[in-house]
């Protein structure tokens, strides 16, 4: 294996089949997560959770379980007893509110919703208005070619930083590179990138149109939620479901990442087929948080809400992360990628990438995502006669790309942490010549079958079945890679067949007027 840069550990070992020495997992952050009391998952034990017993590793404590029903109480006795949602009267003087994730009518096994308990409810603001100054890079609506348009160029871009003149929270720091669909008709996708420098102050995120998926790349991400709290540091993901309010700060100074949104879907762990009951992520992997609440009186507090793509705003004199108990199944989650359990090739050939899906939102076709989350972690490449790298293809899923850190297997240069590609609807791409010819080069050699370890990187990709329209300031951003086609403009023809006297019956003209000139 060669595709990897100088900075990429690969560690080679004799041949055997059989014996490949496990190793430590190599994620820049991870916390040691220690399973909660009888909280996680059980409704029927409401005690509030005891950080010291209950904590993800990081200072906060969370709930484990993708997919069950959580109760937490930041108060004891806060969460109405005897199975009550909606009590005449709350305990502690509380206002049931009730958020959906799903219509009521979804069958159950997909239904989502949570019970909050909160000081004062929601509803408690002034109207909304339209929000000066908006946020004109963001978009919920791809069908109009005057703010997104249809390019199957290949497309990168670099790396980019937030502008160090500009005071930029994750509100202003957030723009749309590309997407398909629309928020208004709850179907489609949404690709952002955010590049802030700022914590948000006095005012909280709540995104009408779809759920995020957030994976930052740099700078971790403390998130107040209506559940409570998470931290997020580069090499985990946290997804915020729609309709809940959220706050992001910056502990670390200035954070980039990338967001996928997804509109009229929910992300969901993917069916395993033959792998069987074990392996990819694990349901119990993911944390959500426990809740928590501020009481202060915060006169000119701002919720932000992202509506079609348009952002409004309302005041209110509290804080909206005022629930004290909740429960229900609808929460925001957080999960480490390096508790990822990669499967692949352990004989020949190159899996599909998909062996590698983290989570997936699906659409009504059985097999056919709206979104993929997909990850290219750490892994051993062990596959015998195959060219490791991925191969050249034309997907008609579109792929878009972040890397985490690292470098990327089948990109030598160019594509860098923060930075990204848009692979587009049968657009054709693959590695680039460097990638080719090193890895080549190694044929015949004992490299070439020696079982290596892939490590020291973390990409990913966003995949979908909807075809995406690009922002124009995307396409017109002074981080877009103009030259990216070049990394392919070198591979050259090996084809030998009837040349120099080789193998072959003797040449047509048209072999020779395509061979390498
Ligand atoms: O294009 C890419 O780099 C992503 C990708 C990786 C892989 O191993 C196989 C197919 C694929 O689309
Ligand atoms: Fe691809």
Redesign the pocket.
């Known amino acids: 294996m060669c595709a990897q840069g100088d900075d990429l550990l690969t560690l080679s070992l004799t041949p055997t089949r059989l014996a490949c020495s496990p190793l430590a997992r190599s994620s820049p952050a991870s916390g040691t997560y220690k399973h909660p009391p009888a909280m996680s998952g059980s409704p029927a034990d409401p005690r509030p959770p005891e950080p010291e017993q209950n904590g993800g590793g990081d200072g906060y404590a969370y709930l484990s379980g993708l997919g069950n029903s959580f109760s937490s109480e930041a108060v004891p006795g806060s969460l109405p007893a005897n199975g009550h949602n909606s009590p005449l009267l709350c305990p502690l003087g509380l206002y049931a509110e009730q958020l959906s994730g799903t219509s009521f009518t979804t069958p159950r096994h997909r239904n989502l919703r949570t019970w909050m308990y909160r000081i004062k409810p929601s509803v408690t603001h002034d109207p909304f208005h339209p929000r000066d100054p908006p946020n004109p890079r963001l978009l919920a609506d791809f069908h109009d070619p005057r703010a997104a348009v249809a390019t199957p160029t290949q497309l990168r871009w670099r790396p980019r930083d937030a502008d160090k003149d500009a005071d930029l929270d994750f509100v202003d720091g957030l723009y749309t590179v590309c997407g398909a669909g629309s928020s208004f008709l709850r179907h489609g996708f949404a690709v952002h990138m955010y590049a802030a420098n700022k914590s948000m102050d006095g005012c909280a995120f709540c995104n009408a149109d779809g759920d995020f998926l957030i994976v930052p790349q740099q700078g971790k991400l403390l998130i107040t939620t209506e559940c409570g709290k998470m931290l997020v540091p580069p090499g985990e993901i946290v997804v915020i479901p729609q309709g809940f309010r959220f706050a992001v700060d910056l502990p670390d100074g200035p954070s980039r990442g990338y967001v996928s949104e997804i509109f009229g879907a929910h992300f969901q762990l993917p069916d395993l087929g033959p792998i069987g009951a074990n392996g990819l992520a694990s349901a119990r992997d993911f944390l959500s948080p426990t809740a928590w609440y501020e009481q202060a009186h915060r006169p000119g507090y701002v919720i932000v809400q992202k509506y079609g793509g348009e952002l409004f705003t309302a005041t209110q004199d509290f804080s909206p992360f005022n629930v004290v108990a909740w429960h229900g199944n609808y929460v925001p989650y957080k999960y480490d990628l390096s508790k990822f359990c990669p499967f692949n090739t352990v004989l020949f050939d190159h899996a599909d990438?998909s062996v590698n899906t983290v989570l997936t939102a699906p659409t009504d076709k059985p097999g056919v995502a709206l979104l993929d989350f997909v990850i290219f972690p750490p892994r051993w490449l062990v596959a015998e006669n195959t060219f490791r790298p991925?191969y050249y293809?034309r997907?008609c899923m579109s792929?878009f790309?972040g890397l985490i850190y690292g470098v990327y297997e089948?990109k030598a240069d160019g594509f860098l942490p923060g930075g990204a590609s848009l692979?587009s609807c049968m657009t054709p791409?693959?590695p680039d010549t460097k990638t080719y010819e090193a890895t080549i080069s190694k044929l015949g050699g004992p490299e070439a079958n020696t079982p290596t370890r892939l490590s020291g990187t973390l990409a990913f990709?966003f995949?979908s079945a909807l075809i995406p329209r690009v922002c124009r300031w995307a396409l017109e951003s002074p981080s877009r890679d103009l030259d990216y086609y070049q990394c392919w403009i070198g591979l050259k023809s090996h084809f030998s067949h009837g040349k120099d006297g080789s193998d072959g019956p003797a040449t047509t003209s048209s072999d020779d007027k395509d061979g390498e000139k």
Do not use: R, Y
Request: glycine residues 8%; charged residues 15%; hydrophobic residues 25%.
């Open positions: 990438p991925p293809h997907n792929e790309m089948a692979h791409h693959g990709m995949e």
